[in-house]
């Protein structure tokens, strides 16, 4: 499988959280040797080997296998109704309650990743919980993705050790 895939997963937190704006889990990460380019090597090795969180075939190739064109089928769609065809759709009334998903819409969210989410922000988006970087990344240790213990085990991250080393900048952090 390319670097494309049709998903996101908790695996790809562990590429996020390594930027500066993670503030101390970044640096904290780092500490482990899991920089933005480790971490996007070790994601890609997982998500390949089709150990990620995800479906192992992303929708162009299982449509390919019926002899569909997915990228002929979005050109076919842009040409005919706009580029944003499919983003004026969801903007409308009738879209509104539509999930985003399918092969036009791009990548969905595996379960564990909504699952971490849930747990860290629960059903009310507009208040961040504090330590969220800290929480979201000890909640993703909570999931069994298989992703991310497989992105982990490739860094050589001990997770016990970087779960005590979250918890203790939550506790100092409190």
Excluded at 11 to 23: K, N, S
Excluded at 62 to 83: E, K, M, N, P, Y
């Amino acid at each position: 499988m390319a670097d494309r895939h049709s998903y996101v997963g908790v695996e790809h937190l562990l590429i996020a959280l390594t930027g500066d704006w993670a503030g101390p889990v970044s640096e904290l990460l780092a500490r482990f040797g899991v920089t933005e380019v480790r971490a996007r090597d070790a994601v890609r090795r997982v998500v390949e080997d089709g150990r990620g969180d995800g479906p192992r075939w992303d929708d162009a190739t299982l449509l390919a296998s019926l002899g569909i064109d997915l990228d002929d089928v979005r050109r076919t769609v842009a040409d005919r109704f706009g580029a944003d065809a499919v983003e004026r759709l969801y903007a409308t009334k009738a879209g509104w309650n539509l999930r985003r998903t399918g092969p036009l819409c791009g990548p969905g969210l595996s379960p564990q990743f909504k699952q971490t989410l849930a747990q860290v922000v629960g059903p009310c988006w507009d208040s961040t919980p504090s330590h969220f970087h800290e929480r979201l990344i000890l909640s993703a240790l909570d999931v069994s993705s298989g992703g991310l213990a497989a992105a982990l085990d490739g860094l050589e991250v001990p997770v016990a050790a970087l779960r005590v080393a979250l918890d203790g900048q939550v506790r100092l952090a409190g």
